[in-house]
């Protein structure tokens, strides 16, 4: 297979078709871009199709360059959006933006990453850059977009910054002279957008390369943290694994295809094919073994409905406990508010018996398992 054969795999269109080949022609190290926005903590799986697409040009000699969008997060991409997303203060924006690079190089080789923060350009950019760039496009150009277009059709409102979205994606591209952009097929519009601001600036217009869309724990919508259907590559590997069992058995195949190409797709039965899926998922982020622990973890607390052999143990102090609170410090649940739904929601246990109460004395908790979900427990030590 020739080198552009193989780094075309997978891909759902390039554009222009000619021009994979036409980079590589040049007979240099391309300089492959790909952006991710900070809008939440976890990178998914769904990321890591195009990031495993990225590892691939650099095991190739290419470079890869990581554009981490805290900028761009401070407008949200409008990409499939049906409203207008909220806008992240900074520190929400540099919290999420911190954990990207590890969890980032779980795919990617750190020494051969470029890591370029998209503040580098626009947290100094003026009026006059910004008016430069603004005069590469026109308004009609930018309201072709699909996603314009529906919100236009219902009088959904539409954003002046929405509008910037693109451009600003498009000149992260000629920030770092990009030859190749990756991206996921609902991109496309902005990765065009980058070819023509490039063109504008006098560079040679990048190649577009667009990867199919791992869909979410649901089967049929996008991979998405905001829409809770997601699967994080950080997460507990029992996390994981548990999530896994959850994809309707259609899905199975799509998968496989985008997140283990090298290992057959599903023949067996769905619930043997899901158990060996998950096993994959946990070893590949976080080591061999992993798998065969999270399908034991999955077993006991699922399938015989008993807490796991290795519960922790947490020392709390004497008085009575806020349970969200306690959710929170103790079992990782994301915030309070978060515990309190869970809790109203028949989500908590103590020793098996639901939880209706926000408060509780510690005594009443002393030597029992909290479970919160369906795969969080502990057990509560009460210090004397």
Do not use: C
Not at 248 to 269: I, N, R
């Amino acid at each position: 297979m020739s080198d552009a054969a193989a780094l075309a795999a997978r891909a759902v269109e390039i554009i222009p078709p000619d021009g994979l080949v036409a980079k590589l022609a040049l007979g240099r190290p391309l300089r492959v871009k790909l952006g991710v926005d900070p809008t939440a903590p976890d990178i998914h799986l769904g990321h890591t199709v195009a990031l495993q697409k990225l590892r691939e040009f650099q095991d190739a000699g290419h470079i890869a360059v990581l554009i981490i969008g805290d900028w761009t997060a401070r407008v949200g991409d409008p990409s499939g959006r049906s409203s207008t997303r909220p806008m992240l203060s900074a520190d929400e924006i540099d919290a999420n933006a911190a954990t990207y690079r590890a969890q980032a190089f779980q795919v990617l080789d750190p020494e051969r990453t470029e890591v370029r923060p998209n503040g580098e350009w626009f947290g100094e950019m003026g009026l006059e850059p910004l008016f430069r760039l603004a005069a590469t496009t026109t308004v009609n150009q930018l309201l072709r977009r699909e996603d314009f277009q529906t919100r236009m059709s219902e009088q959904r409102p539409i954003s002046v910054l929405e509008l910037l979205y693109p451009l600003m994606q498009a000149y992260d591209s000629m920030a770092i002279e990009a030859d190749i952009e990756l991206g996921g097929t609902d991109q496309l519009f902005n990765l065009m957008l980058g070819r023509e601001v490039q063109q504008a600036y006098g560079q040679q217009p990048q190649v577009a390369l667009t990867m199919p869309i791992l869909p979410g724990t649901d089967g049929v919508a996008r991979m998405s943290k905001s829409s809770g259907n997601y699967i994080g590559v950080a997460e507990p590997p029992e996390e994981q694994f548990g999530k896994i069992m959850s994809i309707p058995d259609q899905a199975m195949a799509t998968f496989y295809e985008l997140l283990f190409p090298g290992e057959s797709g599903p023949s067996g039965h769905p619930g043997a094919e899901k158990r060996r899926l998950g096993r994959l998922v946990a070893d590949r982020f976080h080591g061999p073994g992993a798998g065969d622990r999270a399908e034991a973890h999955f077993n006991t607390v699922t399938r015989d409905h008993r807490a796991p052999d290795d519960t922790p143990v947490v020392t709390i102090p004497s008085g009575d406990v806020h349970m969200p609170a306690f959710l929170v410090d103790y079992m990782g649940v994301a915030s309070r508010g978060e515990a309190r739904r869970l809790i109203a929601q028949g989500g908590v246990t103590v020793d098996g018996a639901r939880l209706d109460d926000l408060d509780m004395a510690g005594a009443a908790l002393n030597g029992k398992v909290v479970r919160a979900g369906k795969r969080r427990f502990t057990r509560v030590d009460v210090a004397s």
